[in-house]
Nanobody, 124 residues
Framework: QVRLVESGGGSAQAGGSLRLSCAVT????????MGWFRQAPGNEREGVAH????????YYADSVKGRFTISRDNAKNTVYLQMNSLKPEDTAMYYC?????????????????WGQGTQVTVSS
């Protein structure tokens, strides 16, 4: 069983930065894609970024492209989301998730295991 635990959320001013971490434990060998999603109150959950754990190839939603960076440290079984130039519209609960493969975009139905989420609040 794979377990995901997010950390690193909090509050930031617009233009600031935060780094989210997702610690992965358990049997991870069948999961080749890690994604970050977010959900703001009243909104649907949206895919922010994903990374293939074998090749390192990435995908970013247009809303975060150039500002967010997803990375992974396979030795530490940890996935990161570096968030720079934060905007108030980035305020949301952020979730880490694992899938057996990466689709061309982070599609929720592909993700099997989810973390509990970490809150990010950006003030103007």
């Amino acid at each position: 069983q794979v377990r995901l635990v997010e950390s690193g959320g909090g509050s930031a001013q617009a233009g600031g930065s935060l780094r989210l971490s997702c610690a992965v434990t358990g049997y991870t060998y069948s999961f080749y894609c890690m994604g970050w999603f977010r959900q703001a109150p009243g909104n649907e959950r949206e895919g922010v970024a994903h990374i293939r754990t074998d090749s390192g190839s990435t995908y970013y939603a247009d809303s975060v492209k150039g500002r967010f960076t997803i990375s992974r440290d396979n030795a530490k079984n940890t996935v990161y989301l570096q968030m720079n130039s934060l905007k108030p519209e980035d305020t949301a609960m952020y979730y880490c998730a694992a899938a057996r493969y990466c689709n061309w975009y982070p599609r929720m139905s592909d993700y099997i295991t989810w973390g509990q989420g970490t809150q990010v609040t950006v003030s103007s």
